[in-house]
């Protein structure tokens, strides 16, 4: 029986997308794939559709006619999760940032208490592979500053790896979420932390991705500046 369903999205990940999915379909701990693509121009789902040959009932597609954002696609793959029954619900990276072995890992944090299971890079020192220094210090920093304005205890706040109960998304009202990059994944965590949920980091090893291109932007950086403060405000005044 499947322990959950690992959404990973994508755009342009011609280059890595039948290798993650095959590592995930390796491990020992059954999982389904759900693919949210956004209509990548490098033959991206088509890749996913031939692979679905060999893992017909394991591996799901959803195309989305343009590309809208990382949080926009999360959310796409949350409701389709829930819609599914899927009980444990995670996001991971389609460039092996993300170790797919780490997926029990969160996994086995979740069934022993968690609500959810983060991928912590910074929750037992810093843990990044082939980053410039100028790269980890903004990451970690982030990290800082997002503590700071939200009084969330979490080290990694940017973090993208993550395992949820069905219950959190079922909590969260998913058609509120704002932001679509990295201040997606601290409104997540953030909306998480004000119904109080069990949030756990598991410390991993993150590693820069050796091929395809990196989505990072100054526009995703601004709007999580940003987006932090409009949180904390938005709670304030309850309307978050």
Same mark, same amino acid.
């Given at each position: 029986?499947?322990?959950?369903? /690992? ?17 995930? +379909? ?102 990044? /592979? ?10 970690? +920093?982030?990290? /800082? ?5 939200? !009084? ?28 679509? !990059? ?23 090893? +993150? ?34």
């Amino acid at each position: 029986m499947t322990k959950g369903v /690992v959404i990973i999205p994508t755009f342009n990940e011609i280059e890595n997308i039948e290798a993650i999915i095959k590592a995930v +379909f390796a491990l020992k701990t059954p999982f389904d794939v759900l693919i949210v693509d956004d209509n990548s121009p490098d033959g991206t789902a088509d890749k996913v559709k031939e692979i679905q040959q060999e893992f017909p009932s394991q591996l799901h597609l959803k195309v989305r006619m343009k590309k809208s954002g990382l949080g926009t696609a999360y959310v796409a793959g949350f409701k389709w999760a829930i819609s599914h029954g899927y009980e444990y619900i995670f996001e991971m990276d389609a460039d092996f940032s993300h170790n797919p072995n780490d997926l029990e890992k969160l996994l086995a944090a979740c069934e022993n208490g968690a609500d959810v299971a983060i991928g912590s890079r910074y929750s037992n020192g810093v843990n990044v /592979v082939n980053w410039p220094l100028s790269r980890v210090l903004l990451s970690y +920093f982030a990290s /800082v500053y997002v503590r700071m304005i939200t !009084g969330m205890k979490i080290a990694d706040a940017t973090a993208g790896f993550k395992c949820y109960k069905r219950i959190v998304l079922e909590t969260i009202n998913l058609d509120k979420i704002k932001f679509v !990059g990295y201040a997606f994944q601290i409104e997540m965590k953030y909306r998480a932390f004000v119904n109080k949920f069990n949030i756990v980091e598991v410390p991993i090893i +993150f590693t820069d991705r050796t091929k395809g291109q990196s989505k990072m932007s100054s526009g995703i950086i601004r709007e999580a500046v940003v987006g932090v403060i409009m949180l904390r405000i938005r709670k304030i005044f309850n309307k978050l």
